[in-house]
């Protein structure tokens, strides 16, 4: 597609139970981002792809968030046992190659998750 | 570390008046940076960047931005503010060298309204 496309865009979870987030990044883009955004927090840095290299896991919280990324492309979160502090925007991002060659970085419209 | 900081939580304007949104940056080498703007319910799009060259940067909207590396700033403006222009705005930056995945760092985001 012509952006990042994530889904679901809105999901509410009960407490306890997993959830997984979906990113498809755009097409030719090597490095991919998760940030999570939560209500007065601003944007964290979750777990960083690039090509095939070991993940950058630097910013997952607990040992509850996981993510791969299946061919190089598609990305999931898990989010296991979900906390109500789970509760925030997850986004994703990818970029040509990782940012360090100052490429830019697209986000998607994020998945809102809700644990009640 | 990297490091951003936006002082304002909130910046009011009257429409057709000139705006400003600060930011300030700490980094150990030579900077990336960047602006994101987060419209309501919406994910990040991106206004401009800079890489390298003029310190002054045109991006989208008619948004502009000053590196002023003295001052470890890059402040964004806009010679005449509309009201369309009321949203969230994130400063960021990554490192050109070093230790960082490339990875960027957010500032926590400043809310600009734009009054008719």
């Known amino acids: 597609g012509a952006g990042v496309s994530q889904s679901p865009s809105n999901k509410v979870t009960e407490k306890g139970k997993d959830v997984e987030l979906r990113c498809d990044p755009i097409s030719g883009h090597t490095a991919l981002y998760w940030y999570r955004q939560s209500l007065g927090q601003g944007l964290e840095f979750l777990i960083y792809f690039q090509g095939n290299s070991a993940p950058d896991k630097s910013g997952l919280p607990s040992d509850r968030f996981s993510a791969e990324r299946t061919g190089g492309s598609v990305s999931t979160l898990t989010i296991q046992r979900t906390q109500q502090e789970d509760s925030a925007v997850y986004l994703c991002a990818s970029s040509p190659t990782q940012d360090r060659s100052g490429n830019t970085i697209y986000f998607g419209e994020g998945s809102w998750l809700t644990v009640v | 570390a990297q490091s951003v900081a936006q002082p304002e939580d909130q910046v009011n304007v009257a429409e057709g008046n000139p705006l400003t949104v600060k930011c300030t940056y700490s980094?150990?080498?030579?900077?990336?940076l960047f602006w994101y703007v987060q419209y309501p319910n919406r994910g990040l799009q991106f206004l401009l960047k800079?890489?390298?060259?003029?310190?002054l940067v045109k991006g989208s909207y008619g948004f502009e931005a000053e590196f002023n590396k003295s001052q470890t700033s890059f402040h964004l403006k806009k010679p005449s503010a509309l009201v369309s222009d009321s949203a969230l705005y994130f400063c960021a930056v990554t490192e050109r060298y070093g230790g960082s995945q490339g990875n960027l760092i957010f500032g926590k985001g400043t809310k600009l309204s734009v009054k008719p």
């Open positions: 800079y890489i390298t060259g003029d310190n």
């Open positions: 980094v150990s080498g030579n900077p990336y």
